[in-house]
């Protein structure tokens, strides 16, 4: 209810008085002040601050996130927001070791983000995320919030999230057909399938006449890292590794079987073809029925005329597992002044409208859920014909542990990870595997100490030209049959 005040005859009359006071107050004013000039003029044009974001990635990308930042400072009046690029990730971090780039924002992949804290480049955000009212916990879902949270904090804003899937093409791979000829064929859903279905999908691309080989997995341990985990294997020992841990009985067994498939040279790439060309190249040009891959690839794909293709979940040994790319979005540790208006854009840059422009290039899969399941990124009129399967598989992501050696450790052991799907003979893969865990202790164990007997070099070859410290001549455990030329040509 409103209540509505009367004034009496002494109120007016003490408000009349003041009111006459004020007035002949102003005049004195007016008179004393006329034709001076205010020693200090006052300014009501706000100070701007300068902010710099980095990113990296391909042209339509760079160019989504300038619209990003063309559209902020048009509408900002204390803020004005610089976009420096980069090729790649590695490039940017370069400048950013070496002094070159001091943004104030920045994209970061989450495999360099044990190295970020470590040195100090980054602002944790909760706070500033909590004031600014940025509901974190209903808009992300829980595995992008704990890929970037470490210490009870958010370390980054979670951007991107994609999951390694299975790129097939459609002519090659045909379902239907396979169908026909009474082939184990996965759900019209797309919602998984075993590895029964995915050899047979691979000998059914597999087409001599036509030259065409069925399937290509990186020789590398992210390449392997999905068949490992969905195996009931593991990679590292731990989540403070010590060591890699494939050489233990799970691990073992999943590789054994995904390797008598990788190594059979009917199926797969051989060395020689990879020397001629890059795998994906083989893909596009119809020569090559399945490659695995990230969201990334997807514009690239459907640049290629004529080149009809969609995607499928990582094969299953048992269990949905497969391994992800994280990138998330940084500020910098500097003034707390810089913060703040950093973390004012960072909202823009989260936002619905700001995510759903960068994702309309095909680049990206967003950690927003809100623009993962919109139009903005499914793109229902382009392919591939079955894009919900990024979203659906992002749970089946496995989070590797953060650490600031984890490009050393790939250096260190890739060779060996190769030689398992090239060498023309496997004896013990056991041994080969545990041999690789060793070495991989020289970097991850500071404690380390070599154990009598061990090999600095697990894939290096006897005169044989068996695995070094295995008998000459021992059959193959896990195919006779490697991807080089010898059982091709």
């Known amino acids: ?45 706000p100070t701007m601050t300068n902010l710099e974001f980095a990113v990296w990635g391909g042209k339509e990308e760079i160019a989504a996130y300038q619209g990003v930042v ?16 980069w090729p790649d990730s590695a490039s940017m971090l370069l400048a950013m070791r070496t002094g070159v780039a001091r943004p104030d924002l920045y994209l970061l992949p989450r495999g360099d983000l044990a190295e970020t804290i470590a040195e100090k480049r980054n602002r944790p955000l909760l706070d500033l995320l909590n004031e600014r009212e940025i509901p974190v916990g209903e808009d992300f879902s829980r595995d992008a919030i704990e890929a970037f949270s470490v210490d009870d904090d958010l370390q980054c804003m979670p951007y ?32 998984g399938w075993n590895f029964a279905e995915f050899r047979a999908a691979a000998e059914f691309a597999s087409r001599p006449r036509a030259k065409t080989r069925g399937v290509y997995i990186e020789p590398t341990l992210r390449g392997l890292a999905p068949f490992i985990y969905s195996g009931g294997g593991k990679i590292f020992d731990g989540d403070d590794p010590k060591s890699l841990a494939l050489g233990e009985g799970d691990s073992t067994d999943a590789l054994r079987q995904t390797l008598e498939l990788l190594r059979d040279p009917r199926l797969t790439l051989s060395t020689r073809q990879l020397q001629q060309r890059s ?61 703040e208006s950093s973390a004012n854009f960072l909202s823009y840059l989260v936002s619905d409208e700001a995510i759903a422009r960068v994702a309309g290039t095909g680049y990206i899969q ?15 009129n382009l392919a591939p014909a079955h894009a919900a399967v990024f979203n659906n598989v992002v749970r089946s992501i496995v989070l590797p542990p953060l650490m600031q050696n984890g490009a050393e450790l790939q250096a260190l052991i ?7 799907l090239t060498t023309p003979v496997l004896t013990d893969l056991q041994e080969l595997l545990q041999a690789i865990d060793e070495k991989s202790r020289t970097l991850l164990d500071p404690d380390y100490e070599p154990s009598d007997g061990a090999s600095d070099d697990p ?23 490697a991807t080089d030329d010898r059982s091709r040509n």
């Open 279 to 339: 795998a994906i190249d083989w893909f596009k040009r119809g020569r090559l029925g399945m490659i695995a891959g990230f969201r990334g690839l997807t514009p690239e794909l459907r640049a290629v005329e004529g080149l009809n293709f969609d995607v499928m979940p990582m094969p299953s040994l048992g269990a949905n597992h497969t391994v992800g790319e994280q990138n998330g979005i940084c500020l910098s540790s500097g003034p707390a002044g810089r913060a």
């Open 414 to 420: 890739t060779p060996d990870i190769k030689a398992l």
């Open 366 to 380: 967003p950690s927003k859920l809100t623009v993962a399941l919109s139009a903005d990124f499914l793109q229902p």
């Open 160 to 191: 991107t999230t994609s999951p390694m899937v299975m790129y097939y093409n459609t002519d090659l791979v045909d379902f239907e057909a396979m169908a026909t000829e009474g082939l184990p064929t996965p759900k019209d859903d797309h919602s």
């Open 70 to 85: 063309d559209d902020y400072n048009a509408s900002s009046t204390d803020t004005n927001v610089v976009l420096t690029s």
């Open 1 to 45: 209810m409103t209540r509505v005040s009367r004034f009496g005859w002494r109120t007016g009359a003490v408000v009349g008085v003041v009111a006459v006071a004020v007035l002949i107050g102003m005049l004195v004013l007016a008179s004393g002040s006329k034709g001076e000039k205010p020693d200090h003029p006052v300014s009501t044009k």
């Open 459 to 481: 894939s290096a070859t006897s005169s044989s030209g068996t695995p070094a410290g295995t008998p000459s001549g021992a059959s193959g455990t896990a195919s006779d049959g």
